[in-house]
């Protein structure tokens, strides 16, 4: 069957096209998106303005029409932090719902952990026993540990790379108090989550998900992603820990020519950074695997395991 999957983030929505059944791996067959950065679009009360439930609408009637030409039996479509957080989130999904006649089903942070855990599951197999899985998003960071299809921890921490840069690096490069008060939250607040996680075990296999994971093993030295989705890709402690030292004195503009690295995501990938480092540091993690599948493949293999077999 083919499905469509609307993903409304902070950063991105996209829309992916993949033909699948249950016991296969999806294949994408296309893909749509548009960096309308809604956590942006945010008024003094932390709403979302006019303009980003604007952007948004126009992207979901687009959207829907490329399902329909594309083939598209059904679309699952979901939003993460920034309409979970907004204040008229209701409203704005309400006015999605009326105009688009498209349903965005709201996930928790913690459904986004084990939704993701169950993608890295899927794509890894069973031989890699005790799974740990970290995914910073826009506005949060999840994680998930466990040994199972579905994590016995599943957490999800308000420290995304796009929240993090608006609230505490305003200079360009930021400036050295800035970087360490930053540091220093992000790291207070995963210590608080941590715990659940270490006493849960040591992880056999550690993975990281998302474009700033991906983005930083790739300036580590990582393949490019021309070179398809099987090729092994990780991130080392080492590298990162030569890179954030680089990455704080660097203009967004400088840090957009490191490869793998895109303009709309450069000012964001500094914030990313300490948090990974953090991540690394805290569940003393010399390497974390990167992983092609997230959110967005969980999504799809959950509803597939709902389908009654043929």
């Given at each position: 069957m083919?499905?469509?999957?609307?993903?409304?983030?902070?950063?991105?929505?996209?829309?992916?096209?993949?033909?699948?059944?249950?016991?296969?791996a999806?294949?994408?067959?296309?893909?749509?998106?548009?960096?309308?950065?809604?956590?942006?679009?945010?008024?003094?009360?932390g709403k979302?303005?006019?303009?980003?439930?604007?952007?948004?609408?126009?992207?979901?009637?687009?959207a829907?029409?490329?399902?329909?030409?594309?083939?598209?039996?059904?679309?699952?479509a979901?939003?993460?932090?920034?309409?979970r957080?907004?204040?008229?989130?209701?409203k704005v999904l309400?006015r999605?719902?009326t105009?688009t006649?498209?349903?965005?089903?709201?996930?928790s942070?913690?459904?986004?952990?084990?939704l993701?855990?169950?993608?890295?599951?899927?794509w890894?197999?069973?031989?890699?026993?005790?799974?740990?899985?970290f995914?910073?998003g826009?506005?949060?960071?999840?994680i998930?540990?466990g040994?199972?299809?579905?994590p016995?921890?599943?957490?999800s921490?308000?420290?995304g790379?796009?929240?993090?840069?608006?609230?505490?690096?305003?200079?360009?490069?930021?400036?050295?108090?800035e970087?360490?008060?930053?540091?220093?939250?992000?790291r207070?607040?995963?210590?608080?989550?941590?715990?659940?996680?270490?006493?849960?075990?040591?992880?056999?296999?550690?993975?990281a998900?998302?474009?700033?994971?991906r983005?930083?093993?790739?300036?580590?030295?990582?393949?490019?992603?021309?070179?398809?989705p099987?090729v092994?890709?990780?991130?080392n402690?080492?590298d990162?820990?030569e890179?954030?030292?680089?990455?704080?004195?660097?203009?967004?503009?400088?840090?957009a020519?490191?490869?793998?690295?895109?303009?709309?995501?450069s000012?964001?990938?500094?914030?990313?950074a300490?948090?990974?480092?953090?991540v690394?540091?805290?569940?003393d993690?010399?390497?974390?695997?990167?992983?092609?599948?997230a959110?967005?493949?969980?999504v799809?293999?959950?509803?597939l395991?709902?389908?009654?077999?043929?």
């Amino acid at each position: 069957m083919r499905l469509g999957v609307l993903d409304v983030g902070s950063n991105t929505v996209h829309l992916l096209v993949v033909d699948a059944h249950r016991g296969a791996a999806p294949l994408p067959a296309f893909s749509h998106k548009a960096e309308l950065r809604l956590a942006e679009h945010l008024d003094k009360e932390g709403k979302i303005a006019q303009s980003g439930a604007d952007g948004l609408v126009s992207f979901v009637k687009e959207a829907t029409q490329i399902a329909e030409d594309k083939g598209c039996e059904s679309v699952l479509a979901f939003a993460t932090s920034a309409l979970r957080e907004a204040p008229n989130g209701d409203k704005v999904l309400e006015r999605v719902r009326t105009e688009t006649e498209v349903d965005l089903q709201v996930l928790s942070g913690d459904d986004e952990a084990r939704l993701t855990f169950l993608a890295v599951r899927r794509w890894f197999g069973w031989s890699s026993g005790r799974l740990a899985v970290f995914d910073i998003g826009g506005g949060s960071l999840e994680i998930a540990a466990g040994s199972d299809e579905q994590p016995t921890v599943a957490v999800s921490v308000p420290l995304g790379a796009g929240r993090l840069t608006r609230e505490g690096l305003k200079s360009d490069p930021p400036d050295k108090d800035e970087v360490r008060a930053l540091r220093k939250r992000i790291r207070m607040e995963m210590a608080a989550v941590a715990g659940p996680v270490l006493r849960a075990g040591k992880p056999q296999r550690s993975v990281a998900t998302s474009k700033t994971f991906r983005s930083l093993a790739r300036i580590g030295g990582a393949a490019p992603s021309d070179d398809g989705p099987y090729v092994p890709r990780a991130l080392n402690r080492s590298d990162l820990e030569e890179w954030v030292p680089k990455l704080t004195k660097m203009t967004a503009a400088e840090r957009a020519d490191l490869p793998g690295v895109s303009a709309g995501r450069s000012a964001q990938l500094l914030a990313g950074a300490l948090v990974a480092d953090a991540v690394m540091d805290l569940f003393d993690l010399p390497a974390l695997e990167i992983c092609p599948w997230a959110l967005r493949e969980g999504v799809i293999l959950s509803r597939l395991d709902q389908l009654q077999p043929r």
